[in-house]
């Protein structure tokens, strides 16, 4: 437990950080499969370190991480140490960009919550059994040809409920105003135009000149005088056509010439002799309602082939099987107007050639969609009651589903429990839900997706900093869910970057997460002057209960005697609940602090205490400071001296911090000049005591820096400042 050793560096991810904001120099190292808890306050380049490695993992230039302040070229922001492993970063953008997104909770949902290896499997089997039908159609150019070329063309011709063509597309094709192939003897000098593809164009530009400069006595193609002739021209021309019609005949010819192969030959002439000027108007109707009905079912038979998978078929509906096989088959009495030749039987009765051949089968193909649909169906339970677990444990009135769309394809959907247990669905959850409760679920949602990516490497940015200690331990404890790496990310490569020191305590140092000892490792980091100084923290030995560590503090011969007094008053503090009442000890202390010539139990010093009451709390005291005398300390810790042993920088910080404290409750003026200097300091030194004042654990303040260094600055001016008070030689 004391760092890694030979035999694991090999185990390590390394990677290195130049120049990045406030970062000069950074090593990350990580364990592999384990949880990395890199603790630190905030303003160290924990956020940084996320942004960096995510940056290069994802190609991306680091520009953005330029050092504060720096606008040359020098001293480019670099990283190192990472090369193509997925990573995955837990940070606002990622709840920006993957989460709450319109109709599902998650991008992706799918992938994230429903797709295993097993799923995959089980979905392979039934795609093998559909494979020789579903090739006919795939792996067959000219069926797949055939489909696009009806789609189009259904996209014209429609045909209503009624039976009839619908007017608004067909008026003028029934009014012969698309026949370009056919056109008027009149206009046979320009069969040239009417020939080229680009006929559609030539038409419109054609009628457009007409209609806006056809009146000036002069042909707005060619500027001669209009005679008699070209105005009958012209004339006939926009009597016989308009655009909208030659599009709708030019798709139809381009539609039958490209299937042609399908399509009897002698049916597209008889249909092209319907359009024209003069055409029969009935005929050319009841034709083209007739190829669409043709094109329809075939379309619609083809596309069920192409489209059937596993979840076309569930419980409800897989004894029917057999028929929904057999309504698949093509109906070639359905078509057999227009889809007649030779080379349409032949391709098209393959298919129905497989589907009989499937058929004969049928009972093995029900197994597999039997199996697929008891996975599907099974993991979408245990997901969601895995999640509405989570929500329950959390405090989160919501309740989670999973719809599925479609194959492959599903939305995660988040309801609100009601008074009477019934749920009502968010539209816009992103707007509904707090901050906390959308950064809960989020990162929930966030663990489901590394999972389905497996990723290589997975960091948190903070993520449990702005929850209660409730909450954040539900949170927590659903990640690294023990023993589960599939479901959770228990023994995967993570690193956990926070200034919350309750996963240090939970899962390095008293298990409550009941995981494997050798699956966590914590990291105290800290900026000093850019660079990034990683201290391992070792269970047992770093971190000691509150009480104990001011205990040991209070011990601790090579702290100055008033850090000592001030730690031991401390503890004494909670071993009583009223320490002033029943501590003789207690009140030694506080009047030494309080530079009292005389003990007493109060402030104003009129309640002294009685010899055997002073006898008895200096024997305590001597138990742990055993040169204590009272009238020595009061020389030893006057308001100068105590100034002197600040001043000392070979003491750590957290060390002349108590002095200070000790200081500012000795001399009451200069507890008012701290005041009105910074009250924010003068709170923090006055809770120094109370080391990491909301947990029962603490890391040992004699070997990790713990205070942050903008209280340290603070401290140090007004210090200097209250060193001019002194004549120091």
């Given at each position: 437990?004391?760092?890694?050793?030979?035999?694991?560096?090999?185990?390590?991810?390394?990677?290195?950080?130049?120049?990045?904001?406030?970062?000069?120099?950074?090593?990350?190292?990580?364990?592999?499969?384990?949880?990395?808890?890199?603790?630190?306050?905030?303003?160290?380049?924990?956020?940084?370190?996320?942004?960096?490695?995510?940056?290069?993992?994802?190609?991306?230039?680091?520009?953005?991480?330029?050092?504060?302040?720096?606008?040359?070229?020098?001293?480019?922001?670099?990283?190192?140490?990472?090369?193509?492993?997925?990573?995955?970063?837990?940070?606002?953008?990622?709840?920006?960009?993957?989460?709450?997104?319109?109709?599902?909770?998650?991008?992706?949902?799918?992938?994230?919550?429903?797709?295993?290896?097993?799923?995959?499997?089980?979905?392979?089997?039934?795609?093998?059994?559909?494979?020789?039908?579903?090739?006919?159609?795939?792996?067959?150019?000219?069926?797949?040809?055939?489909?696009?070329?009806?789609?189009?063309?259904?996209?014209?011709?429609?045909?209503?409920?009624?039976?009839?063509?619908?007017?608004?597309?067909?008026?003028?094709?029934?009014?012969?105003?698309?026949?370009?192939?056919?056109?008027?003897?009149?206009?046979?000098?320009?069969?040239?135009?009417?020939?080229?593809?680009?006929?559609?164009?030539?038409?419109?530009?054609?009628?457009?000149?007409?209609?806006?400069?056809?009146?000036?006595?002069?042909?707005?193609?060619?500027?001669?005088?209009?005679?008699?002739?070209?105005?009958?021209?012209?004339?006939?021309?926009?009597?016989?056509?308009?655009?909208?019609?030659?599009?709708?005949?030019?798709?139809?010819?381009?539609?039958?010439?490209?299937?042609?192969?399908?399509?009897?030959?002698?049916?597209?002439?008889?249909?092209?002799?319907?359009?024209?000027?003069?055409?029969?108007?009935?005929?050319?109707?009841?034709?083209?309602?007739?190829?669409?009905?043709?094109?329809?079912?075939?379309?619609?038979?083809?596309?069920?082939?192409?489209?059937?998978?596993?979840?076309?078929?569930?419980?409800?509906?897989?004894?029917?099987?057999?028929?929904?096989?057999?309504?698949?088959?093509?109906?070639?009495?359905?078509?057999?107007?227009?889809?007649?030749?030779?080379?349409?039987?032949?391709?098209?009765?393959?298919?129905?050639?497989?589907?009989?051949?499937?058929?004969?089968?049928?009972?093995?193909?029900?197994?597999?969609?039997?199996?697929?649909?008891?996975?599907?169906?099974?993991?979408?339970?245990?997901?969601?009651?895995?999640?509405?677990?989570?929500?329950?444990?959390?405090?989160?009135?919501?309740?989670?589903?999973?719809?599925?769309?479609?194959?492959?394809?599903?939305?995660?959907?988040?309801?609100?429990?009601?008074?009477?247990?019934?749920?009502?669905?968010?539209?816009?959850?992103?707007?509904?839900?707090?901050?906390?409760?959308?950064?809960?679920?989020?990162?929930?949602?966030?663990?489901?997706?590394?999972?389905?990516?497996?990723?290589?490497?997975?960091?948190?940015?903070?993520?449990?900093?702005?929850?209660?200690?409730?909450?954040?331990?539900?949170?927590?404890?659903?990640?690294?869910?023990?023993?589960?790496?599939?479901?959770?990310?228990?023994?995967?490569?993570?690193?956990?970057?926070?200034?919350?020191?309750?996963?240090?305590?939970?899962?390095?140092?008293?298990?409550?997460?009941?995981?494997?000892?050798?699956?966590?490792?914590?990291?105290?980091?800290?900026?000093?002057?850019?660079?990034?100084?990683?201290?391992?923290?070792?269970?047992?030995?770093?971190?000691?209960?509150?009480?104990?560590?001011?205990?040991?503090?209070?011990?601790?011969?090579?702290?100055?005697?008033?850090?000592?007094?001030?730690?031991?008053?401390?503890?004494?503090?909670?071993?009583?609940?009223?320490?002033?009442?029943?501590?003789?000890?207690?009140?030694?202390?506080?009047?030494?602090?309080?530079?009292?010539?005389?003990?007493?139990?109060?402030?104003?010093?009129?309640i002294l205490l009685e010899d055997n009451e002073l006898f008895e709390g200096n024997n305590y005291i001597k138990e742990?400071?055993?040169?204590?005398?009272?009238?020595?300390?009061?020389?030893?810790?006057?308001?100068?001296?105590?100034?002197?042993?600040?001043?000392?920088?070979?003491?750590?910080?957290?060390?002349?911090?108590?002095?200070?404290?000790?200081?500012?409750?000795?001399?009451?003026?200069?507890?008012?000049?701290?005041?009105?200097?910074?009250?924010?300091?003068?709170?923090?030194?006055?809770?120094?005591?109370?080391?990491?004042?909301?947990?029962?654990?603490?890391?040992?303040?004699?070997?990790?820096?713990?205070?942050?260094?903008?209280?340290?600055?603070?401290?140090?001016?007004?210090?200097?400042?209250?060193?001019?008070?002194?004549?120091?030689?």
């Amino acid at each position: 437990s004391n760092g890694p050793t030979p035999e694991t560096l090999e185990a390590l991810y390394q990677g290195h950080i130049d120049n990045c904001n406030n970062i000069k120099s950074a090593n990350i190292d990580l364990q592999e499969q384990k949880m990395n808890i890199f603790f630190g306050r905030n303003g160290s380049g924990k956020s940084t370190i996320a942004k960096a490695i995510a940056l290069v993992s994802e190609g991306k230039g680091l520009e953005a991480l330029r050092p504060y302040g720096k606008k040359s070229t020098a001293n480019q922001p670099t990283v190192t140490g990472v090369t193509n492993e997925k990573i995955m970063v837990f940070n606002d953008e990622y709840v920006k960009t993957y989460v709450y997104q319109k109709n599902t909770i998650i991008q992706n949902a799918f992938d994230v919550l429903v797709r295993t290896p097993e799923y995959d499997a089980a979905k392979q089997s039934i795609d093998i059994e559909l494979h020789n039908l579903k090739t006919v159609i795939i792996d067959d150019d000219s069926v797949v040809e055939l489909m696009g070329q009806l789609q189009l063309l259904l996209g014209k011709i429609k045909v209503g409920s009624n039976q009839q063509l619908d007017r608004r597309s067909a008026k003028g094709i029934l009014e012969g105003k698309g026949a370009f192939f056919n056109p008027p003897k009149e206009l046979e000098e320009m069969k040239p135009f009417f020939d080229d593809d680009s006929v559609t164009k030539w038409a419109n530009w054609r009628m457009q000149g007409y209609e806006q400069f056809g009146r000036k006595g002069l042909c707005p193609y060619c500027t001669t005088d209009d005679d008699e002739k070209t105005e009958r021209r012209n004339q006939i021309f926009s009597e016989s056509f308009d655009k909208g019609s030659i599009e709708i005949a030019t798709l139809i010819l381009s539609v039958m010439e490209k299937i042609a192969n399908f399509v009897d030959e002698q049916k597209i002439e008889q249909l092209k002799s319907f359009f024209g000027v003069n055409g029969n108007t009935s005929s050319l109707e009841t034709h083209l309602i007739k190829l669409n009905a043709e094109a329809t079912h075939l379309l619609n038979q083809l596309t069920k082939i192409k489209d059937f998978n596993g979840s076309t078929v569930n419980r409800e509906n897989i004894n029917e099987l057999e028929k929904m096989l057999s309504e698949m088959k093509i109906d070639f009495s359905a078509i057999d107007s227009y889809f007649t030749t030779d080379y349409a039987i032949e391709h098209l009765g393959v298919v129905n050639q497989k589907i009989d051949e499937l058929l004969s089968s049928v009972g093995k193909l029900k197994g597999e969609i039997s199996k697929y649909n008891k996975y599907l169906s099974e993991q979408i339970k245990n997901r969601t009651k895995d999640i509405n677990g989570f929500l329950e444990l959390a405090g989160f009135k919501y309740h989670f589903d999973v719809k599925l769309d479609g194959e492959d394809n599903a939305s995660a959907i988040l309801e609100y429990i009601l008074p009477d247990n019934t749920y009502e669905g968010l539209d816009a959850p992103n707007e509904h839900l707090s901050w906390g409760e959308r950064h809960a679920f989020a990162l929930i949602m966030f663990m489901f997706d590394a999972i389905s990516k497996n990723a290589d490497i997975i960091i948190l940015d903070d993520p449990i900093s702005s929850f209660d200690r409730n909450k954040k331990y539900a949170i927590i404890n659903r990640l690294f869910k023990t023993g589960d790496k599939d479901n959770s990310l228990y023994q995967r490569t993570v690193l956990l970057l926070t200034h919350d020191f309750e996963p240090v305590i939970d899962y390095v140092q008293t298990h409550s997460g009941r995981q494997n000892a050798d699956s966590n490792c914590a990291y105290y980091i800290e900026n000093v002057d850019g660079d990034i100084i990683c201290t391992e923290i070792v269970e047992d030995e770093d971190m000691l209960s509150s009480v104990v560590l001011l205990k040991e503090l209070a011990m601790y011969e090579n702290y100055h005697v008033a850090a000592r007094i001030g730690c031991l008053r401390k503890y004494i503090e909670h071993q009583y609940v009223n320490p002033r009442d029943d501590s003789s000890a207690y009140n030694i202390l506080s009047s030494l602090m309080h530079g009292r010539q005389a003990v007493s139990k109060d402030n104003a010093g009129n309640i002294l205490l009685e010899d055997n009451e002073l006898f008895e709390g200096n024997n305590y005291i001597k138990e742990f400071i055993s040169d204590f005398d009272y009238s020595n300390l009061l020389i030893e810790c006057a308001p100068e001296n105590l100034i002197r042993a600040y001043m000392d920088t070979e003491k750590t910080a957290y060390e002349r911090l108590l002095i200070l404290r000790f200081y500012v409750e000795r001399d009451e003026a200069a507890r008012k000049r701290l005041r009105d200097y910074n009250d924010v300091l003068r709170k923090y030194v006055d809770e120094t005591f109370h080391i990491e004042n909301d947990y029962l654990y603490s890391l040992d303040v004699r070997k990790f820096n713990i205070v942050p260094e903008e209280y340290n600055t603070y401290a140090e001016r007004f210090v200097a400042n209250e060193v001019a008070r002194y004549d120091f030689q």
